[in-house]
Nanobody
């Protein structure tokens, strides 16, 4: 069982930056693939970026070159650095953990509660 807690969301102007953090409980964080998803108002939740236990990264096209995922296994934390933010990045951002298998864009076992990111124009 893994519990995830996101933080770092907020209001930022277009072109600005934010760094989201996701702290995980448990002793086996390093064995989980980690992902970030987002859900904008009135839209389905969508994949943003994922990082495998071995360092493989999947990134959705709309954030390539702007968003970076990283993890610190000593702190049981995964990060999402978001630069050059756009109003269309406004959403609730969720982190997720996948226990086994290959890195995935859509099949995760544990989810956080989400943190709101609002980008003003």
């Amino acid at each position: 069982q893994v519990q995830l807690a996101e933080s770092g969301g907020g209001l930022v102007q277009a072109g600005g930056s934010l760094r989201l953090s996701c702290a995980a409980s448990g002793r086996t964080f390093s064995s989980y693939h980690m992902g970030w998803f987002r859900q904008a108002p009135g839209k389905a939740r969508e994949f943003v970026v994922a990082l495998s236990t071995g360092g493989t990264i999947y990134t959705t096209d709309s954030v390539k070159g702007r968003f970076t995922i990283s993890r610190d296994n000593s702190k049981n934390t995964v990060y999402l650095q978001m630069n050059s933010l756009k109003p269309e990045d406004t959403a609730v951002y969720y982190c997720a953990a996948r226990a086994a298998g290959i890195l995935s864009r859509n099949d995760y076992d544990y989810w956080g509660q989400g943190t709101q990111v609002t980008v003003s124009s």
